[in-house]
């Protein structure tokens, strides 16, 4: 897709009738396999004709990167303490004030990623100026997704100097510095860098100038093409350490595209469709719910009205087993349960005075076996009693007195 790249050549000036500014522009379009479409200079009145806000690529701010000289922007590094990005974003302002002579709230500041312990790249302009360059294109419907000092797309390499030579004046940069000065001060800064290399970009050393130099450092020369220095900065875009001064509250507006907009609408009705399927399982759950005790409540009706004369079973699960032992179904994986549930209802039922001397058990009469020691024959009678509410009989095979006690044979089981 195709991108519109704006280097601005002077402040955004708002006209005495109120109909436009007085702004100097450097355009360009370049296409997304790098060639140039078209550049050239103009004015507020041209950039409206370049800048179509109607033209699908423009309406995506991702597509609109502006430069910025760098006379308008304070690059500078700054240390600040902290434990965290939190702590450190809020102490920021007051350790970039010493920076600045202007009250600092008047600022805006644009930093690079935040890492604990290391020095913060910033870099700082006036809240005014970048205002009004941001009303002038919104005036035009023109939406920027970057706002990009122009020095930061110049190389920055350890004892090398960059030099781009832009008409009177030169952008000079080094690993940590960067300025906009005079040609004719170019071999005194120069000498006072002290570099051992220097890379000229549109343009090259007079003989006059590697005369004035002290040292003689190595010299490699960048031409640009017909497009001139803004075709330099689009092809360095973005660079890896490049702060976009759209940050805060002048952030841009992400515009989404056709793309983005047909899966947020798949996502939206996959979004509803998960809704409906949750309130259908919902009122299935509720109706299966209703349905399970209706049947539930037949079932005992039902058993009621087969066998009047028998304990009710109390719940679904000793229905269930009543109700196979009638028609003589062995259910599958219930010798288990079988055996665990007689010996619990029989152990609530004796008390201490009571002691189980052996116990055995018969799966396929799934019956138990128990000899005990009891009290006396009341005792005896009270969990024959207790079983029976539950549904479980007791068959005394045996019962015998030994010194002051009852020494009984017991089957236990489900009563029929």
């Known amino acids: 897709m195709p991108r519109l790249f704006l280097r601005v050549l002077s402040e955004a000036t708002q006209l005495a009738d109120g109909e436009g500014y007085d702004i100097g522009i450097e355009w360009l379009i370049k296409e997304n396999d790098g060639e140039v479409r078209s ?17 699908d690529w423009l309406a995506d701010s991702e597509n609109t990167v502006v ?60 809240n005014q100026q970048i205002e009004s360059w941001l009303a002038c294109f919104e005036s035009l419907g023109v939406r920027p997704g970057y706002f990009i000092c122009d020095a930061q797309s110049l190389p920055k390499e350890n004892d090398v100097a960059t030099v781009l030579f832009d008409g009177e004046v030169v952008l000079l ?14 071999a005194f800064t120069l000498n006072t860098l002290n570099v051992s290399k220097v890379i000229c970009i549109n343009g090259d050393l007079t003989d006059l100038e590697l005369a004035q130099l002290e040292q003689a450092p190595e010299i490699e020369f960048f031409p640009v093409s017909e ?14 350490d490049t702060i976009n001064l759209l940050q805060g509250k002048y952030q841009a507006r992400r515009s989404s595209s056709p793309h983005m907009l047909r899966l947020r609408g798949i996502g939206a009705l996959a979004a509803l469709w998960l ?34 004369n028998e304990s009710q079973p109390v719940s679904p699960e000793q229905l269930r087993r009543r109700m196979a032992a009638k028609v003589g179904e062995k259910i599958s994986g219930e010798a288990g349960s079988a055996f665990v549930d007689l010996v619990a209802n029989f152990a609530n039922v004796l008390d201490n005075s009571g002691k189980v001397m052996s116990i ?23 969990i ?30 489900y009563a029929s």
Request: proline residues 4%; hydrophobic residues 45%.
């Open 39 to 55: 550049y050239g200079l103009t004015d507020y009145r041209g950039l409206a004709d370049i800048a179509d806000p109607n033209v």
């Open 360 to 382: 055995s058990y018969t799966e396929h009469r799934r019956e138990l076996s128990v000899e005990v020691k009891l009290a006396n024959y009341d005792q005896l009678d009270v």
């Open 227 to 240: 497009a001139g220095v803004l075709d330099y900065f689009a092809s360095r875009f973005p660079g890896t």
């Open 173 to 186: 940069t080094s690993a940590d510095e960067a300025a906009l000065i005079d040609r004719g001060n170019l």
């Open 67 to 126: 430069f910025i000289p760098s006379q308008f922007v304070l690059m500078v590094n700054c240390e600040v303490p902290g434990r965290n990005i939190a702590q450190i974003k809020r102490a920021l302002p007051f350790a970039a004030e010493e920076y600045v002579a202007s009250d600092i709230e008047s600022m805006h500041i644009a930093h690079a990623s935040i890492k604990p312990g290391q020095p913060i790249a910033c870099n700082i302009l006036a």
């Open 275 to 308: 809704v409906v399927a949750f309130l259908g399982m919902l009122g299935q759950a509720w109706w299966a719910g209703n349905q399970a005790q209706q049947l539930e409540a037949d079932s005992f009706a039902l058993y009621k009205t087969i066998f009047p």
């Open 384 to 413: 024959k009693s207790k079983l029976a509410g539950v549904g479980i009989a007791i068959d005394v095979t045996s019962a015998e007195e030994e010194g002051t006690q009852i020494r009984s044979r017991l089957r236990v089981r």
